[in-house]
């Protein structure tokens, strides 16, 4: 199996790694500190397919999301599993935003984390999916 990684630079590490285990219902696969001045934790869950990753880098700022499009996507089908989702969003402590795409609006919500990514949960069947 593939499994894919996204991998993102944060200032504050703890709260990024807080909201996305909490917002998105997460577990800790992984952490390293100090690998050639880069600290990390990789979120997940085992055979998921996907993985996130966040590093802080000594004395190196990460800023801000370069724009309000930089976005994860995840597709939820049911109703009731996107509503828990959103919720569960809300509870960890993102802030819901308009999307810049307003596509997204139509059948999802968007949320923006402290470094200014967003995190859209779609409520239908992800493309090419049955």
Same mark, same amino acid.
């Given at each position: 199996? $593939?499994? *894919?990684?996204?991998?993102?630079? $944060?200032?504050?590490?703890? $709260?990024?790694?807080?909201?996305? *285990?909490?917002?998105l219902d997460l577990e800790i696969l992984g952490k390293f500190r100090d690998?050639?001045?880069?600290?990390?934790?990789? *979120?997940g869950r085992p055979r998921l397919g996907y993985q996130l990753e966040f $590093?802080?880098?000594?004395?190196?700022?990460a800023g801000r999301a370069p724009t309000k499009d930089n976005l994860l996507?995840?597709?939820?089908?049911?109703?009731?599993?996107?509503?828990?989702?959103?919720?569960?969003?809300?509870?960890?402590?993102?802030?819901?935003?308009?999307?810049?795409?307003?596509?997204?609006?139509?059948?999802?919500?968007?949320?923006?984390?402290?470094?200014?990514?967003?995190?859209?949960?779609?409520?239908?069947?992800?493309?090419?999916?049955?």
């Open positions: 199996m $593939t499994y *894919l990684r996204v991998a993102r630079p $944060t200032d504050d590490l703890d $709260t990024m790694v807080r909201l996305y *285990l909490e917002g690998h050639d001045g880069f600290d990390g934790v990789i *979120l $590093t802080r880098q000594a004395g190196h700022s996507v995840f597709y939820h089908p049911e109703p009731e599993s996107w509503q828990a989702a959103c919720g569960r969003m809300v509870a960890a402590g993102f802030r819901e935003v308009a999307s810049w795409n307003p596509y997204w609006d139509a059948q999802g919500r968007t949320f923006e984390d402290p470094d200014g990514y967003r995190v859209v949960l779609q409520n239908e069947v992800a493309p090419g999916q049955p």
